[in-house]
């Protein structure tokens, strides 16, 4: 059992460092597609809630996504 336990941690050891190798070493942020997402996201509409009210930020939410293409 203690064997089986062993294998189990070097298994899981070697995939948290092939994941960091393999997956997350020299990946770099699309800054220009983050911007856009963030421009064309409808939950900025969100911190409009509390000064405007729900339904106001609902209003400008559905103009937005019924009026432009993301």
Known sequence: MI???MHSITIMADGGTNFRKFLI???RPNLTKI???VEHS???VTALAP???YDNASKIAH???TTTSP
């Open 25 to 27: 070493e020299g990946t």
């Open 35 to 37: 911007k856009e997402y």
């Open 3 to 5: 064997f089986n336990i």
């Open 42 to 44: 409808l939950m900025l």
């Open 63 to 65: 103009y937005r996504w």
């Open 51 to 53: 000064v405007v009210g």
